[in-house]
């Protein structure tokens, strides 16, 4: 029996309007030009199955592709593979590969690279955060040169969300099983190929002419300028000399929105701030230190200061998916209350306060601006946190290595509440470096995977958000709004809530 699924949250995306800048129906796009986008922060790794940063995956995403993409509402919909089915039973997925897709090598994409790719991605060897979105395979086999049928180990719910997306790209068989890296060289589908690298300054994509939609893209390039200072991105797009901020802060949005020649595109943010805890470093090997760091935690101060009031405050699921979400009033340890936080340290056994630091890159202006704050915040409740501030490279490492007592950072977020929550509280999550494992946790996320029954999902859900309060492997601080800023000549751009910029296959210059 052949079933399609276009995702749950399609409506709630479409409600919330990922909105763009669209030309005139009349209007016919200009095949020319090139774009330049200011980012703040190096491209370190372009290997779609090794990258973890923000900025790697705006370059990434627009030259690897996966079976499926999402379109502007969050639905799902082909990309490599042109279509699916789903067996009865829900476990095994057959997958029909898109006919006449080139490599940017030549070579034609089959089902062969399909399987080879997900090898690899599996590989510990690798080592790829992506790992935990793809466990639930159990035997994938290849049924015809543009056909692969993927069996499951259980029903898992998500699975087609897993598949979508660059960080789950096709690349040639070749590739994958050879020893060729990916770091720096780049073999994908997409509508944009690397054209050249300047490392921390700048790097360039130019047209695939041979990229399997038709007249698309409609630029002759993009290029990706590293600009860390957000007033030097401020003046280098009010004076042309790029034309898209993706991102942007929100200082940034209220020194030019409504500035001459420039837009604000603006969605709700997916991904949020955070200040993660390594529960193997004293005094974070207590849940009662980390509630109480909770309790002397001011959000809307933060958000105020930080974000100028353009945020929300940050629980385990974002307002934006409304099926999923619960409210802060409905959990503990939102609002400032010092007294609670005293409390929960004695009872822990640190009536004197604890002290411990949080490892910060000035490269995430955001994360830097939230541990300013927060340090202040933490002060009466006895809380001592010293800030370490290191480069981008360092951070990473730290991070990688859970080299940290805490750290201040962004987390990506999904159209899934299993993307959220798997790969970073599961025991065995692949971006867990916080350390955390918890029996009752790990039953309930493998349970979520399992279960396809909406409203049995919503239930299992709503218990993983109170426990992750509860047990605060870390500090949700807020969601942004997203806002991305453009020159008025950008047509054609969308902003999608998960920070991608995929539509720039669509996207042109008037």
Same mark, same amino acid.
Do not use: C
């Given at each position: 029996?052949?079933?399609r699924?276009?995702?749950?949250?399609?409506?709630?995306?479409?409600?919330l309007?990922?909105?763009?800048?669209?030309?005139?129906?009349?209007?016919?796009?200009e =095949?020319?030009g090139e774009?330049?986008?200011?980012?703040?922060?190096?491209?370190?790794?372009?290997?779609?199955?090794?990258?973890?940063?923000?900025?790697s995956? =705006?370059? #990434?995403?627009?030259?690897?592709?996966?079976?499926?993409?999402?379109?502007?509402?969050?639905?799902?919909?082909?990309a490599?593979? &042109?279509?699916?089915?789903?067996?009865?039973d829900g476990?095994? $997925?057959?997958?029909? #590969?898109?006919?006449?897709?080139?490599?940017?090598?030549g070579?034609?994409?089959?089902?062969?690279d399909?399987?080879a +790719?997900? !090898?690899? #991605?599996?590989d510990?060897?690798?080592?790829?955060?992506q790992?935990?979105?793809?466990?639930?395979?159990?035997?994938?086999?290849?049924t015809g040169? $543009?056909e692969?049928?993927i069996?499951?180990? &259980?029903?898992?719910?998500?699975f087609?969300?897993k598949v979508?997306?660059?960080?789950?790209?096709?690349?040639?068989?070749?590739?994958?099983?050879?020893?060729?890296?990916?770091?720096?060289?780049? /073999?994908?589908?997409?509508p944009?190929t690397?054209?050249?690298?300047?490392?921390?300054?700048e #790097?360039?994509?130019?047209?695939?002419?041979?990229?399997?939609?038709?007249?698309?893209?409609?630029l002759?390039?993009?290029?990706?300028?590293i600009?860390?200072?957000?007033?030097?991105?401020r003046?280098?797009?009010?004076?042309?000399?790029?034309?898209?901020i993706p991102?942007?802060?929100?200082?940034?949005?209220?020194?030019?929105?409504?500035? !001459?020649?420039v837009?604000?595109?603006?969605?709700?943010e997916l991904?949020?701030?955070?200040?993660?805890? %390594?529960?193997? =470093?004293?005094?974070?090997?207590?849940?009662?230190?980390?509630?109480?760091?909770s309790?002397?935690?001011? =959000?809307?101060?933060i958000?105020?200061?930080?974000?100028?009031?353009?945020?929300?405050?940050?629980?385990?699921l974002?307002?934006?998916?409304?099926?999923?979400?619960?409210?802060?009033?409905?959990?503990?340890t $939102?609002?400032q209350?010092?007294q609670?936080?005293?409390?929960?340290?004695?009872?822990?056994?640190?009536e004197?306060?604890?002290?411990?630091?949080?490892?910060v890159?000035?490269?995430?202006?955001?994360?830097l601006q /939230?541990?300013?704050v927060?340090?202040?915040?933490?002060k009466?409740?006895?809380?001592?946190?010293e800030?370490n501030t290191?480069?981008w490279?360092?951070?990473?490492?730290a991070?990688? %290595?859970s080299?940290?007592d805490?750290?201040a950072?962004?987390?990506?977020? &999904?159209?899934?509440?299993?993307g959220?929550? $798997?790969?970073?509280f599961?025991s065995?999550?692949?971006?867990?470096?916080?350390n955390?494992?918890d029996?009752?946790?790990?039953?309930?996320?493998?349970?979520?995977?399992?279960?396809?029954?909406?409203?049995?999902?919503k239930?299992i859900?709503?218990?993983?958000?109170?426990?992750?309060?509860?047990?605060?492997?870390?500090?949700?601080?807020?969601y942004?709004?997203?806002?991305?800023?453009?020159?008025?000549?950008?047509?054609?751009f969308?902003?999608?809530?998960?920070r +991608?910029?995929?539509?720039?296959?669509?996207?042109?210059?008037?």
């Amino acid at each position: 029996m052949k079933k399609r699924f276009f995702g749950v949250i399609a409506l709630t995306l479409l409600l919330l309007g990922s909105l763009a800048l669209s030309p005139a129906a009349e209007t016919t796009p200009e =095949r020319e030009g090139e774009l330049l986008v200011g980012l703040r922060q190096e491209i370190g790794n372009l290997d779609p199955h090794l990258a973890t940063s923000f900025s790697s995956f =705006r370059v #990434i995403e627009v030259m690897y592709e996966g079976l499926l993409r999402h379109d502007e509402g969050g639905a799902l919909e082909p990309a490599l593979a &042109s279509d699916w089915e789903i067996s009865e039973d829900g476990k095994t $997925y057959t997958f029909y #590969i898109r006919k006449g897709v080139k490599f940017y090598n030549g070579t034609e994409l089959t089902a062969e690279d399909v399987k080879a +790719s997900y !090898n690899r #991605i599996l590989d510990p060897d690798l080592g790829s955060p992506q790992a935990s979105r793809l466990q639930k395979i159990e035997n994938m086999e290849v049924t015809g040169k $543009y056909e692969i049928q993927i069996t499951l180990v &259980s029903k898992f719910a998500p699975f087609l969300n897993k598949v979508s997306g660059p960080g789950r790209a096709i690349i040639p068989k070749s590739v994958a099983e050879g020893s060729e890296t990916l770091k720096k060289k780049v /073999i994908g589908t997409g509508p944009f190929t690397l054209s050249n690298w300047v490392p921390g300054e700048e #790097i360039s994509l130019k047209r695939n002419e041979e990229y399997w939609m038709e007249g698309l893209p409609y630029l002759d390039g993009v290029s990706f300028k590293i600009i860390p200072e957000p007033a030097t991105r401020r003046a280098a797009l009010q004076g042309g000399d790029i034309h898209v901020i993706p991102s942007a802060e929100s200082t940034s949005v209220k020194v030019l929105e409504g500035a !001459n020649k420039v837009k604000v595109v603006s969605t709700q943010e997916l991904a949020y701030s955070l200040i993660g805890f %390594n529960l193997d =470093r004293e005094p974070l090997t207590d849940p009662k230190v980390r509630r109480a760091i909770s309790y002397a935690t001011d =959000r809307e101060e933060i958000i105020n200061a930080v974000y100028n009031g353009m945020a929300t405050l940050g629980t385990p699921l974002p307002p934006a998916l409304n099926e999923w979400h619960v409210d802060a009033s409905k959990l503990d340890t $939102y609002g400032q209350n010092y007294q609670r936080a005293k409390d929960l340290l004695e009872e822990a056994g640190y009536e004197d306060g604890v002290k411990f630091s949080v490892t910060v890159s000035p490269t995430l202006q955001t994360a830097l601006q /939230i541990a300013q704050v927060l340090q202040q915040q933490l002060k009466p409740a006895g809380i001592n946190m010293e800030l370490n501030t290191v480069e981008w490279g360092s951070f990473l490492d730290a991070w990688r %290595n859970s080299n940290f007592d805490s750290f201040a950072s962004l987390n990506g977020g &999904s159209f899934d509440p299993d993307g959220y929550f $798997y790969r970073t509280f599961h025991s065995g999550g692949s971006t867990n470096v916080f350390n955390y494992s918890d029996p009752r946790m790990d039953e309930l996320l493998e349970k979520g995977r399992v279960t396809t029954d909406l409203e049995e999902r919503k239930e299992i859900y709503v218990k993983v958000q109170k426990r992750l309060i509860e047990q605060m492997p870390i500090l949700f601080v807020a969601y942004a709004d997203l806002h991305t800023i453009v020159r008025e000549n950008v047509m054609d751009f969308a902003q999608l809530p998960d920070r +991608s910029m995929v539509l720039l296959r669509r996207t042109w210059l008037n």
